[in-house]
């Protein structure tokens, strides 16, 4: 059974939002390694309206030369969950719509390796909610940014178990959690 695995850059308030503005004093050969290795074992993302709408405006124009990550987010497949979208065109992409808990259980026990989701905080949240999220990561960068999106909302409680942590040099935390109850 395929795995979903989401990760965030996180600052110490919980702030995932516009990691672009906080996140680069703190990346580091070890950071780069902690997000390499979700590409690694990744043979599909799946993301949100959002995410999706946002990226699908901005890689498909890009190569390698552009920017390391080109190649990787273009080539791969990509489920995008979606009530409101009707079509998706980037290429690779797949719509996912109807009952979330269905069409996400059918997508986990197609073949294939882990699915990657990075950023798609309603996304994630409501995959937490269902029981659907298999690991979350977390970055979590040295710095309280005092505003913005945070992952949690109020009355999400999910228990969750530590799988896997380490200290960059930088300040920076990389946290892997599952859920306790699967």
Same mark, same amino acid.
């Given at each position: 059974? #395929?795995?979903?695995?989401?990760?965030?850059?996180?600052?110490? &308030?919980?702030?995932?939002?516009?990691? &672009?503005?906080? *996140?680069?004093?703190?990346?580091?050969?070890?950071?780069?390694? @902690?997000?390499?290795?979700?590409m690694t074992?990744? +043979?599909? /993302? /799946?993301?949100? !309206?959002? =995410?999706?709408? @946002?990226?699908? @405006?901005?890689?498909?124009?890009? =190569?390698?030369?552009?920017?390391?990550? @080109?190649?990787?987010?273009? &080539?791969? !497949?990509?489920?995008?969950?979606?009530?409101?979208?009707? =079509?998706?065109?980037?290429?690779?992409?797949?719509?996912?719509?109807? &009952?979330?808990?269905?069409?996400? =259980?059918?997508?986990? #026990?197609?073949?294939?390796?882990?699915?990657?989701?990075?950023?798609?905080?309603?996304?994630? #949240?409501?995959?937490? #909610? *269902?029981?659907?999220? +298999?690991?979350? !990561?977390?970055?979590v960068h040295?710095?309280?940014?005092?505003?913005?999106? !945070?992952?949690?909302?109020?009355?999400?409680?999910?228990? /969750?178990?530590?799988a896997s942590?380490?200290?960059?040099?930088?300040?920076?935390?990389?946290?892997?959690?599952?859920?306790?109850?699967?």
């Amino acid at each position: 059974m #395929r795995k979903l695995v989401a990760s965030f850059f996180m600052s110490l &308030d919980g702030v995932v939002e516009s990691p &672009d503005q906080w *996140h680069f004093p703190y990346f580091s050969e070890e950071m780069g390694a @902690a997000v390499g290795a979700l590409m690694t074992e990744s +043979d599909a /993302m /799946m993301m949100g !309206r959002v =995410t999706y709408e @946002a990226w699908a @405006a901005y890689w498909p124009g890009k =190569t390698d030369a552009d920017d390391p990550f @080109a190649g990787f987010i273009n &080539d791969i !497949r990509k489920y995008v969950v979606s009530s409101t979208l009707g =079509t998706v065109e980037w290429q690779n992409s797949t719509l996912v719509s109807g &009952d979330l808990t269905e069409e996400i =259980t059918k997508l986990k #026990r197609q073949p294939g390796g882990t699915i990657g989701i990075s950023g798609s905080t309603n996304l994630v #949240r409501s995959l937490m #909610r *269902h029981g659907l999220l +298999d690991e979350l !990561r977390l970055l979590v960068h040295p710095i309280v940014v005092g505003k913005g999106q !945070r992952l949690f909302e109020e009355g999400l409680e999910i228990p /969750m178990k530590l799988a896997s942590s380490e200290a960059f040099p930088t300040g920076v935390l990389s946290l892997a959690y599952r859920p306790t109850e699967k």
